[in-house]
């Protein structure tokens, strides 16, 4: 087990290097000078030109990223060209609230998920089964910023039941993440029903109902344990595309996460900002993976990793 973590561990490397590069990249080819937005349209030349020589840039691409990546891997994503603060101060203070609402959301949409795919299995072609799925489709079609403006129009505007933006509070969460685990709900579902359909075929639950266990026994206990590994995969992979997906819905609803940052970084040109951003969401996205492929033994004793 530890050498595969390791052996994980060592493969997060080249993806890092990949997100650096594909960020660093990005920014450059958008129109515009950090060093004029930093000093001000009105400052003049020479005041412009001393701003770009101090932040650096005034030297060749190739010096600027092998910059940004020596200092990364020291913990220091340089200093934010709008607020003047330290790149990781700022990530911290945002991320914990970024985890917050993804892992409410994913909460959400393991439970109406899990539930609905079990009961669409053990249910086919019955009505409930035709409605969730049919939920389902609605929930992975709808926009994520759509919903969000749905949920505040209803839930916050007529009948006044939870705030339409702000924190502080977890009633500031719980429309957010309705709108940021709706469609993750969607795909358990559909997963759920589909692998539980597979295993309730087999032998080994006819067997069970034959020796007579009661059908919740043998639906909850051996059947939806068995169904669990797709099912793992797709709350690992839901969950990392919450901490991205995250950008729509922080910005929606007015919340200091990650995602919101990173927008208005993007808008205001602040390289430091979205490239530790970026940096950030795709470091937890794979150690979120290596945590899923590491839950698969709890469910299945037979894997064993090597």
Known sequence: ????????????????????????????????????????????????????????????????????????????????????????????????????????SILIAAAIGLVAGVVSATRQYSLFDHASMVGALLGISMPIFWLGLL???????????????????????ILPAIALGAASAAVIARMTRASMLEVIRQDYIRTARA?????????????????????????????????????????????????????EGIFQRDYAVVQGAMLLVATTFVLVNLLTDIAYALFDPKIRYE
């Open 151 to 173: 949920l505040m129009l209803v839930f916050s505007v007529h009948l006044r039941w939870f705030p339409a933006g702000g924190s502080g509070e977890l009633r500031h969460l």
């Open 211 to 263: 020796n007579g266990l009661r059908e919740t026994v043998v639906i909850y206990k051996h059947a939806l344990k068995n169904a669990m590994i797709p099912v793992i995969t797709v709350f690992g992979l839901e969950f990392g595309y919450m901490l991205g997906g995250a950008v729509l819905t922080e910005t929606v609803f007015s919340l200091p996460g990650v995602g919101r940052l990173m927008v």
């Open 1 to 104: 087990m530890i050498r595969y973590v390791v052996k994980r561990l060592m493969m997060l490397v080249p993806v890092l290097f990949g997100v650096t590069l594909v960020s660093f990249s990005l920014l450059q080819i958008v129109p515009g000078d950090p060093a004029v937005l930093l000093a001000g349209e009105d400052a003049n030349p020479e005041f412009i030109e001393a701003v770009r020589k101090e932040y650096g840039f005034d030297q060749p691409l190739h010096v600027q990223y092998l910059r940004f990546v020596a200092r990364a891997v020291q913990g220091d994503f340089g200093i934010s060209i709008r607020n003047r603060e330290p790149v990781i101060r700022l990530l911290l203070q945002r991320f914990s609230f970024t985890v917050q609402l993804s892992f409410l």
